[in-house]
């Protein structure tokens, strides 16, 4: 077997232990010797940094969660052949790694700002359009959670028409859109319920976290 045909496998492998590492606990260990999993909402990502440890470290996080997705992709899209769904299933598996993290007993984040850097690199005017309504819908509502639930639709939404309008369809990346965006809407379930409950926390913006 040559080294071209493991190649794909080899960044599936890469991909997920990459998307794996947790940056947001690893913030807090380093910059404050606490657990984010045992603050605020128990989550690993940057809206919970964000409100447990301050607006810095909660975008240095968001950051790093983003960057954590684009650079598996950007390597597979350089090194895989053009068109290879590979390169879809790249992105998959480092936004697996973050919602399922081997290090972490497979109990990681909700994969929304890994899943944007993974975009980023694979559709990124789809990305865009899902940032400004992830961006509109924050600033209205105050409320990451919808933000985060309507981003993902406009994502799915757009891509859709993107790839169909030319009629010649990626559909290895509309089924990873479309799994990514299910993924991410059942990863919010708790959210959903606090939001039904009216306990579910609004964005707030602070220089050392609560």
């Known amino acids: 077997?040559?080294?071209?045909?493991?190649?794909?496998?080899?960044?599936?492998?890469?991909?997920?232990?990459?998307?794996?590492?947790?940056?947001?606990?690893?913030?807090?260990?380093?910059?404050?010797?606490?657990?984010?999993?045992?603050?605020?909402?128990?989550?690993?990502?940057?809206?919970?940094?964000?409100?447990?440890?301050?607006?810095?470290?909660?975008?240095?996080?968001?950051?790093?969660?983003?960057?954590?997705?684009?650079i598996p992709v950007m390597i597979a899209i350089s090194l895989l052949e053009k068109g290879s769904p590979f390169i879809a299933i790249t992105a998959l598996f480092v936004i697996l790694g973050h919602i399922f993290p081997i290090y972490l007993g497979f109990k990681g984040g909700k994969g929304v700002a890994t899943a944007a850097g993974a975009f980023l690199a694979l559709i990124p005017l789809s990305l865009l359009f899902a940032l400004l309504a992830f961006i509109i819908v924050a600033a209205v509502f105050r409320y990451v959670s919808v933000a985060s639930i309507c981003a993902a639709l406009v994502l799915e939404g757009h891509c859709f028409y993107q790839l169909l309008k030319n009629g010649k369809a990626d559909y290895a990346t509309l089924i990873l859109v479309t799994i990514v965006v299910l993924m991410i809407i059942v990863k919010h379930k708790s959210n959903l319920e606090r939001l039904v409950n009216k306990t579910e926390p609004k964005l707030k913006f602070t220089k050392k976290g609560n």
């Open 1 to 70: 077997m040559s080294f071209s045909n493991i190649l794909p496998w080899l960044m599936l492998l890469f991909a997920y232990f990459w998307g794996s590492i947790p940056f947001g606990l690893l913030a807090g260990n380093i910059f404050y010797h606490k657990d984010i999993r045992k603050e605020g909402s128990g989550n690993i990502g940057a809206t919970n940094a964000l409100r447990t440890f301050g607006t810095v470290t909660g975008l240095f996080v968001l950051l790093m969660d983003m960057a954590k997705g684009f």
